[in-house]
T-cell receptor, first 117, second 113 residues
Framework: GEEVAQTPKHLVRGEGQKAKLYCAPI?????VFWYQQVLKNEFKFLIS????????ETGMPKERFSAKCLPNSPCSLEIQATKLEDSAVYFC???????????????FGQGTRLTVV | QKEVEQNSGPLSVPEGAIASLNCTYS??????FFWYRQYSGKSPELIMF????GDKEDGRFTAQLNKASQYVSLLIRDSQPSDSATYLC?????????????FGPGTSLSVIP
């Protein structure tokens, strides 16, 4: 597609439940990034993929968060046993491979607002 | 030290004035720099990207990059009330072992009619 598509737009989970978020990158983009934005605060980098391979997961709270980008499927971010502090907007972004003179800008989806109650 | 820092806001400018937004970054090897605008409740929208030292102009926006000083700025000329938003500076760090776009905390801009 021509834009990064994130689903669902809103997700409400009870504390302890599982949450799964999806992201379809722009067609042709080989890099996918996930970010967490709590309230209107800073973007916290979670994880990046190059195609289906995890490239950088230094931002992931590994005990409860996991992510995948499988061929021919939307990427996913899963939170096991959600906590109140997981309430945030989760943004996905995609970009092309770096090419001479450009192509590295990341385009964002509309985000998924997760509310843990 | 945070990897990407921006001048603290909120920044208020009168309509028609120049708004100046500043950003510094810590990774000297960073190659790609971006300015995003985020309206309240919306996703970030790319305004400008810059890769080479110097100025890059697009309409009312000018991005300036100085890699020696690890500094990137965004100037908005003839500011309009519709420019009121949070402006995010982002730096892409690509290494053999990691690849991420790091965002600054953002600067809130208000353009006063």
């Amino acid at each position: 597609g021509e834009e990064v598509a994130q689903t669902p737009k809103h997700l409400v989970r009870g504390e302890g439940q599982k949450a799964k978020l999806y992201c379809a990158p722009i067609k042709g983009h080989s890099y996918v990034f996930w970010y967490q934005q709590v309230l209107k605060n800073e973007f916290k980098f979670l994880i990046s993929f190059q195609n289906e391979n995890v490239f950088d997961e230094t931002g992931m709270p590994k005990e409860r968060f996991s992510a995948k980008c499988l061929p021919n499927s939307p990427c996913s971010l899963e939170i096991q046993a959600t906590k109140l502090e997981d309430s945030a907007v989760y943004f996905c972004a995609s970009s092309q491979s770096e090419t001479r003179g450009g192509g590295t800008e990341a385009f964002f989806g509309q985000g998924t607002r997760l509310t843990v109650v | 030290q945070k990897e990407v820092e921006q001048n603290s806001g909120p920044l208020s400018v009168p309509e028609g004035a120049i708004a100046s937004l500043n950003c510094t970054y810590s990774d000297r090897g960073s190659q790609s720099f971006f300015w995003y605008r985020q309206y309240s409740g919306k996703s970030p929208e790319l305004i400008m990207f810059i890769y080479s030292n110097g100025d890059k102009e697009d309409g009312r926006f000018t991005a300036q990059l100085n890699k020696a000083s690890q500094y990137v700025s965004l100037l908005i000329r003839d500011s309009q009330p519709s420019d009121s938003a949070t402006y995010l500076c982002a730096v892409r760090e690509m290494k053999t072992s990691y690849d991420k776009v790091i965002f600054g905390p953002g600067t809130s801009l208000s353009v006063i009619p």
